[in-house]
């Protein structure tokens, strides 16, 4: 891929690229809903993602091309928010490159003219958004000889989706994408942004980690995940915590809310944080198929507390359990998106057959799937 994009890009810029960087998308194995209250999310990244041929300029402008987009965009380093241009949809996505290039701008980088390609399907939930943004940082600072910190990175290329592009997600997928190592997850503490590598390697296990597109939209998530933060929120409050990560008597905490709906949402958030603690502690054990009933676990949780799953979600992690698989849940923040499948390798294949034949009795769109390999972040690829 890298020298076609390399001759891509001299037939775009009519020269030759400086170099080509590449940062991958993530599965969040563990530690969903935890995010935004403070609490814990062991992401992998995968070996699929975005790559950007670039070449350094100095007339302060970003012009930015992509082999999933149809429409090339010029703009200034130099400006506002790019979500407050108001830019029309179809300059949409390149409020991710740019936007970066406006965030690190305060850190000494400058122009450039950047053409991207990418392997990972766009609004999966495998975060192509951050792998598109992690790859354009890592450019810029290549090319403009400025050196900043991986976790500092994350942190930035964060800001640029929260502030740039007008999206407010935590620091999950920018730190799997620019901290992750093959072979591991990373255990990310969302509170202090402090992370450790825990070993993680499915296949020397006798293992496959499936992603199964489930195919079913995110229409209603906007909402539904605005009201769970807020229902967080609420229950931190009533509970006098900062965080629902702060809650360390969940009897105690149970019992003191009225509500059944906040309840729920309590249980489902400090259980998660424990069981990604459980998790960590299984595979530095080495003892990786045990930590299939932590996905079972989790699954239930998201489905009967947190309230987020899906039918396709549900069938898949059923059929996936019929067939010989050692655990399965949702992934991301519901309604729609992927289900991650832990199976034996000799039976992924039954198992695959089995999720797709499920959806084929209910009439559903066949789901897409995708064997996961623990993978290393983002680095300069030539
Ligand atoms: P996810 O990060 O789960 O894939 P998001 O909605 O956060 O989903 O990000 C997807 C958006 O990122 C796309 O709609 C597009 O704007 C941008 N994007 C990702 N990859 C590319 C690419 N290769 N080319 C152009 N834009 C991209
Ligand atoms: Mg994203």
């Given at each position: 891929m890298t020298e076609g994009l390399a001759a891509a890009f001299g037939e775009a810029f009519g020269r030759a690229p400086d170099g080509v960087w590449r940062a991958p998308g993530r599965v969040n194995l563990i530690g969903e809903h935890t995010d935004y209250n403070d609490g814990f999310v062991l992401p992998f990244a995968l070996s699929r993602g975005v790559t950007v041929a670039a070449a350094r300029r100095d007339d302060g402008v970003v012009e930015v091309r992509s082999r999933q987009a149809s429409t090339a965009v010029t703009a200034p380093?130099?400006?506002?928010?790019?979500?407050?241009?108001?830019?029309?949809a179809e300059r949409a996505w390149a409020a991710y490159p740019v936007g970066v290039a406006r965030v690190l701008r305060e850190h000494g980088t400058g122009g450039a003219s950047l053409l991207i390609d990418s392997d990972l399907p766009q609004?999966?939930?495998?975060s192509s958004s951050a792998a598109l943004e992690c790859a354009t940082a890592l450019a810029l600072c290549d090319l403009h000889g400025v050196e900043i910190d991986r976790p500092a990175l994350a942190r930035l290329a964060q800001r640029a989706e929260n502030e740039q592009v007008g999206m407010p997600c935590g620091l999950m997928d920018q730190s799997a994408s620019l901290l992750c190592k093959a072979g591991h997850a990373l255990m990310l503490d969302c509170r202090s942004g402090l992370s450790s590598q825990v070993p993680f390697d499915p296949a020397a296990a006798g293992l496959t980690l499936l992603v199964v597109d489930?195919?079913?939209?995110?229409?209603?998530?906007g909402g539904e995940y605005g009201r769970r933060r807020a229902e967080c929120e609420e229950a931190a409050s009533l509970l006098g915590v900062?965080?629902?990560?702060?809650?360390?008597?969940l009897a105690a905490a149970l019992g003191s809310l009225k509500d059944p709906v906040l309840r729920r949402r309590v249980q489902h958030v400090v259980t998660e944080n424990h069981r990604v603690e459980a998790t960590v502690g299984l595979l530095r054990a080495g003892a990786l198929p045990e930590f299939g009933a932590m996905l079972n676990a989790s699954h239930l949780s998201l489905r009967?507390?947190?309230?987020?799953?899906?039918p396709e979600a549900d069938a898949t992690v059923d059929a996936a359990l019929r067939a010989g698989a050692r655990g399965g849940r949702m992934v991301g923040g519901g309604f729609g998106g992927s289900v991650i499948v832990l199976a034996p390798a000799a039976r992924a294949e039954r198992v695959g057959e089995a999720i797709t034949a499920a959806y084929e009795k209910r009439g559903w769109t066949p789901p897409g799937f995708l064997e996961a390999v623990p993978s290393d972040g983002a680095r300069r690829v030539s």
């Open positions: 380093v130099d400006g506002p928010p790019v979500v407050s241009e108001g830019w029309p609004g999966a939930g495998l489930t195919r079913a939209s995110h229409a209603l998530t900062d965080a629902l990560r702060d809650v360390k008597d009967d507390q947190f309230e987020v799953s899906w």
